[in-house]
């Protein structure tokens, strides 16, 4: 099963960086897919960032050039380094594991869909 732990949203002056990080907790599980996921007040949860087992990432128009999605498997974490944030990136981000991220991106999955529990990034103008 897997546990996913989100940390680093906050309060951040537009133009300013913030990276968000994603702990996971895998045992007897495979992964093949990560992502950040954020939702504003009154909009759909949208698919920020993905990133597969092989390495291939996605990124939504929006922050394209801006964000980057990474992992470091040794210490089985997944980050999105958020640079030159924009008051419209303000949402409660959510990094998921495997099926819904693996879907989105075209990759095999296995089956079975993790959730952290969101982190609050409000960007001020």
């Known amino acids: 099963q897997v546990q996913l732990q989100a940390y680093g949203g906050g309060l951040v002056q537009a133009g300013r960086s913030l990276r968000l990080s994603c702990v996971a907790s895998i045992v007897d599980f495979s992964i093949n897919a990560l992502g950040w996921y954020r939702q504003a007040p009154g909009k759909q949860r949208e698919l920020v960032a993905g990133?597969?087992?092989?390495?291939?990432?996605s990124y939504a128009d929006s922050v394209k050039g801006r964000f980057t999605i990474s992992r470091d498997d040794s210490e089985n974490t997944l980050y999105l380094q958020m640079n030159s944030l924009k008051p419209e990136d303000t949402a409660v981000y959510y990094c998921?594991?495997?099926?819904?991220?693996?879907?989105?991106?075209?990759?095999?999955?296995?089956?079975?869909?993790?959730w952290g529990k969101g982190t609050q990034v409000t960007v001020s103008s």
């Open positions: 998921n594991a495997d099926l819904t991220t693996a879907r989105a991106m075209g990759e095999r999955d296995y089956g079975r869909d993790f």
């Open positions: 990133i597969t087992s092989g390495g291939r990432t």
